[in-house]
């Protein structure tokens, strides 16, 4: 353990909030909430702190992006003129980690003694100025898919594989055939596990929906619970129609006890680990494991000298039930104990690459309450991205920064073999996974199967969600789909799935 106070660094103030406004004209946009954040995180240690940073960490935000870079506009409003000042190059959902992550390395350096990272996204307020000034019937707004199709169409969107919605189910279906599941077992899982992130938003005043559900609720698909990408509901995907601001400061223990923070307030930083899945997700190993995932959790858990035991609260990412019940397995963790400190991404609210700096927040209000040791999980764009780290209520004996976090090496050497892509196959082919897409009424519009061929290779085909056989043997949860055998034949337009 570092026995330099100079040079441990303790999260010493933290803040959050929800705008609401009755009118989109006269909500906060992402600036103005991450100026609430930061004033709130100031008085939450003790004040005057911004004034004094020496690093500003901004995570990067989608619902105005016309404001550009925020850092110098930020500092300037939060009165700070911090020698270090950035924006992600990218709003992915591990970013707040990352920031963390980099902001503990710098105090572990000797570089600085306090520095904040935050976000905000306002894509409510956004989505209801879009619809004031839309003409005609075009009143819809999606920011989030407008910036996964932003690169133009290639063969995964000409496919319906674009936003994440669309693919995160592939995980979901191949994970459930992996662990011998039945449909109805795996959605019980996803339910309950729900459910829970439900009861913790309840309780958590900076959380968007704090009404609890039931599991029944959430498996009860309906005109209020819509379809969305087999199997998920509304209710099991993250809610991004949310204007929510976070972030913290982190200080040097020497610097917090200067200004005479009560020890009690302070919460320890331990060691964190990162990995990566290739970006483009048909050049990925599998869709039942992650071993970025894995890389990214078990390293954690071994640069901190921790088992699962030792933990006594988690915030496993959950922006689909996929990621969750995938990290929880790898973790220990278990499936009746909550999963979440600030209430999921449905529940909590999905503020696309923010998310975790309100883990962060909840978690450091958590084990200022109660608990020794807290973990967190942070996982962004499509199954890609993992960073993991602990904080503590005491100093964690492992922890020595600065730390290289990036444990990308040692994924790559779990990583299996990657099948050979092709574009044109038509013959056989056995299902890797699969999903069906839903229309706004509820009605399937399209679907896709990832399937191998006897060689191995990797390919696409389109579902015609007219063959009501085919509709019901994907989604009926009768049969296991993974793992089937069919034929892929050649239209006029791509290239589709046909049963045995």
Known sequence: MMSDPERIPVIIGVGQLVDRPDDPDRGLDSLGLMVAALNAADADGGGGLLADLDSLAIVDQISFHGLGKLCDPLAAAIGAAPAINYQSDAPHGDTPVRLLNEAVNRIGAGEVRLAAVVGGEALRTAAGRAAKTASGEDKSYNAVRQVATRRGANYT????????????????????????????????????????????????????????????DILDVNERNRPIAFPYSKLMVANSSVNMGAGFIVASLAEARRRGIAEDRLIHVGMGAAAKEPANILKRDRYDHSVSMETSIRRTLALNGMTVEDLDCVELYSCFPCVPKMARRILGWPWDRPATVFGGLTFGGGPIANYMSHAIVSMVQKLRQEGRHGFLFANGGFATDNHCIVLGKQPIAAAAFPQDFDYQAEAEEKRGPVPELIKDYAGPATIESYTVFYGRNGAPRAGVVVARTPEGARTLAHVDVTDAAMLAFLTDGAAEPVGTEGRIVALDEGFGWRAA
């Open 157 to 216: 969107q000409a496919h319906g594989l674009a936003a994440p919605v669309d693919v995160y189910p592939l995980y979901e279906n191949a994970t459930r055939a992996a662990w011998g599941d039945s449909l109805a077992k795996a959605q019980f899982e996803s339910a309950e596990i729900w459910s829970r992130f439900s009861e913790v938003a309840a309780q958590n005043e900076g959380a968007w929906i704090r009404k609890p559900v039931t599991p029944a």
